[in-house]
Every structure is written in structure tokens, then in C-alpha cells.
């Protein structure tokens, strides 16, 4: 198992936070389970009993009979030790009929501290968000990190080998132990992506129509980084003999951007300071996923770091847009948490002098004076005007 530090620590942060629901959201297999597993051996360590622990993974077979809220309520409940902190781990809630009844009643209870997980946006909506509305802390989990990736190898050298590696071998957790092995990781990768297509998409909206869904899954993938909109897919549609009308493509859209295996970046006018309405880009879980759902297509590089650039920008909490300065475009508006913005453009190589330009130029025309980088494979120092040049790698590893 690969220990990731910085969601552990967040999560030891709320124990004993007993008013607040602890609310772990990501893709499958990211790694929420596992990281239960380390807080608990954390709380284990430090004087918590094992009768004090109740922990279920609603995806095991074994707890088939939980999956109803009343039943599931009455399990934990006759299980809890009096006078003591209870801790309850609830893996995969989404899977229990009506969950959010056991949630909010087990939460009320002043000697349970209650963790759950779930790899669907719809676990925060509807009357789950209604009734434990101000009273919950959402973490949201993704997959390796360039930085978490190295840092779970023996040889930590050779960074942009590592880095083909990360891209090809995809960024999930579990694949780091096939080795390599390309079979073993398209196999993996085919049965997470059925998992999340079928289980978080498909059963979801209750989707029939399953090939319009994967053309435009195609589609998405194929278009990482480029301004899209829901016009553009249905014309690409149509032109490849699939009708579609543009409500279903909204809810494909919706569907795959809840299961968190695709994300939608708006568009924000520098200069005027608001958010735009139209053509948003979007951006997906994982690289390596791509590559085997495009077999392996290596084009669009360009829009690769971009996907990876965005993807860390999420691990490391910022708010994140697409920046339109006049006519020219920055990759990203980044805010932090303590409200700082940050200006990031993305690019392979500038040792073009045309590309140099075309990348330096819309960052040059910002002027205040939050910081600008440049962000590329170059190792050679291209900083221009208090626009600070940085190798990917390198701010990766940071």
C-alpha cells in the first residue's frame, strides 16, 4: 500500500470532530479505502481499541446484507461501545438504499465520529446535503501526484523516465504493482474504467444507449485542453453518423464529470474579471487511462502536460480557470486558498522562437502583479520579465 501523507494528515486534523461528518469524495480507486486502512492503524496506535473501530466496504459482497439504511443503522448501533468514541468507516456509502437516513441518525449520536466515502459528486446533493447541510468537511481525493508517484519507487532517479512512466502506466495506486507490465496494467485499466462507466455512470442516469455514451467518452478524451461546447460535440457526432440531441449530451456530461472521471474548467476574463458563459475546456482523471482507451496515441503532447498541470493544481487545493486576456488565452487562473492568484502557461518546449511568443505574449499582457510561470520541459532558463520560467519536473516535484 502507498502511504499518501498529506491526505492522512488532513484527516487525523478532524478527529474527534464528532459534529462534523468527514466526507472523502474521488474516483474509484484512488485510494479512499486505503487511506482509511492507514488512519486506522493511526488511531490504533494511539490507544483507540479495535471494538472502538467499525469500519464496511459497501463494494464487498460480504456486506450485501448492510445495504439497506435500516439494517445498517441497527448493525452499527448494537455495536457501539458506550462511554467511549465510536469510529465508524463507512467505504462506498452510495451503494446503501436511502443512506443518508443512517448518515444523518448516526451523526447526532455524541460518541460516534463518522467517515464516510464515495466516488460520486451525487453523494453531496439531494437530501444528503439538505440534512447534514454546515455540518460536514468534504476531502477530495485523486490519484498519484508526479511527486507521490516517485515517491513510491525504489529508484527515485531519471526523472523524465519516471515521468513516460507516469504518463503510460497510468497514476492509480494499484498499478505501480504490475511492474510495467503493459498487459497487466490495460487490464486493470479496462476493469476500473467498466467499473466507473457502469456503476457511476451508466446505472446512475440509467443510460441505455451505451455507444452514444462511449462516442462521446472518445470524444472527451481526444479533446483534452481544447475549448469545447455542447454544439461542437453534437456536430462531431452527427458527422460520424450518431444523432444525438444536445439534452443527452448534457447529461453524458454531467454524469461523467460526477464520477469524477472528468472535469469541466471554465473560462474567466482577466481583464473584465467575471466568469464567461461559453466554451469550456475539460480535463481527465488520469493519462494513462487515455492512452489505453486512444490506444496509446501519443499526439497532442502539448494538451497532456496541460491535463497534468491542471490535475496538480487540484492536489494542491486551488480554484482553478481558464484566463481570456483580449484575444489571447493563459492555460490558468489558479487561486489558493488564501485567495492569492497565480498565472500558469503550459507549453512542451519555448525554444521556438514563435512559440516562445505565442506562450509569452498573453502573460506579458497581464498587469498586475500576482505571479506568472511558464511551465515546460526545458531545463534552460527562459524567465522574461518577472515571468518566471520553471521545468515541469521539477515544479511537479516541489
Known amino acids: 500500500m502507498i502511504e499518501r501523507p498529506t491526505y492522512l494528515k488532513k484527516i487525523i486534523s478532524y478527529k474527534d470532530t464528532a459534529q462534523l461528518i468527514k466526507v472523502i469524495v474521488g474516483i474509484r480507486r484512488c485510494g479512499k479505502s486505503t487511506l482509511f486502512e492507514f488512519y486506522q492503524e493511526y488511531l490504533l496506535k494511539n490507544k483507540i481499541t479495535k471494538k472502538q473501530i467499525q469500519s464496511i466496504n459497501f463494494e464487498d459482497k ?10 445498517l443503522h441497527d448493525y452499527i448501533e448494537t455495536r457501539l461501545i458506550k462511554n467511549k468514541k465510536n469510529y465508524i468507516f463507512l467505504d462506498e456509502i452510495q451503494n446503501v438504499k436511502d443512506f443518508q437516513k443512517a448518515v444523518d441518525s448516526l451523526h447526532l449520536k455524541k460518541n460516534v465520529d463518522l467517515y464516510i ?13 439538505t440534512m447534514i447541510s454546515g455540518r460536514y468537511v468534504e476531502i477530495k481525493m485523486f490519484p498519484l ?46 476493469s476500473l474504467y467498466n467499473a466507473v462507466i457502469l456503476k457511476d455512470v451508466i446505472q446512475k442516469k440509467k443510460i441505455s444507449d451505451v455507444a452514444r455514451l462511449e462516442k462521446v467518452i472518445t470524444f472527451m478524451f481526444d479533446n483534452i485542453g481544447n475549448e469545447t461546447s455542447i454544439n461542437n460535440i453534437k456536430k462531431q ?9 444536445v439534452q443527452t449530451i448534457e447529461n453524458y456530461l454531467s454524469a461523467l464529470i460526477s464520477s469524477y472521471i472528468l472535469y469541466r474548467v471554465g473560462r474567466y476574463d482577466i481583464k473584465g474579471k467575471e466568469l464567461l458563459k461559453t466554451n469550456d475546456k ?41 484566463g481570456k486576456i483580449g484575444k489571447k488565452e493563459v492555460d490558468f487562473v489558479a487561486q489558493n486558498i488564501d485567495g492569492r492568484v497565480e498565472y500558469y502557461q503550459v ?6 522562437p514563435k512559440t516562445f511568443d505565442r506562450e509569452i505574449i498573453p502573460l506579458d499582457n497581464i498587469k498586475d502583479h500576482n505571479p506568472k510561470f511558464l511551465l515546460t520541459m526545458d531545463y534552460a532558463d527562459l524567465s522574461h520579465n518577472g515571468i518566471r520560467q520553471i521545468n515541469l519536473l521539477n515544479w511537479l516535484m516541489n
Open 117 to 129: 466515502t464515495g466516488s460520486n459528486a451525487y453523494l453531496l446533493s439531494g437530501e444528503l446535503a
Open 237 to 245: 457526432m452527427e458527422n460520424d453518423n450518431f444523432k444525438i440531441d
Open 347 to 352: 507549453s512542451q518546449s519555448m525554444m521556438d
Open 62 to 71: 460480504a456486506n450485501h446484507h448492510l445495504l439497506n439504511w435500516e439494517s
Open 145 to 190: 501526484s508526479f511527486k507521490e508517484y516517485v515517491s513510491a519507487l525504489e529508484d527515485k532517479t531519471n526523472l523524465p523516465e519516471k515521468f513516460n512512466a507516469y504518463l503510460h502506466n497510468s497514476s492509480f495506486p494499484y498499478t505501480l504493482n504490475f511492474n510495467g507490465d503493459r498487459a497487466q496494467i490495460n487490464d486493470y485499466l479496462d
Open 282 to 322: 475539460y480535463y481527465i482523471a488520469d493519462i494513462g487511462l487515455r492512452y489505453y482507451l486512444l490506444n496509446n496515441t501519443t499526439r497532442d503532447f502539448g494538451h497532456i502536460l496541460e491535463n497534468i498541470v491542471y490535475l496538480e493544481l487540484l492536489h494542491r487545493g486551488y480554484k482553478i480557470s481558464i
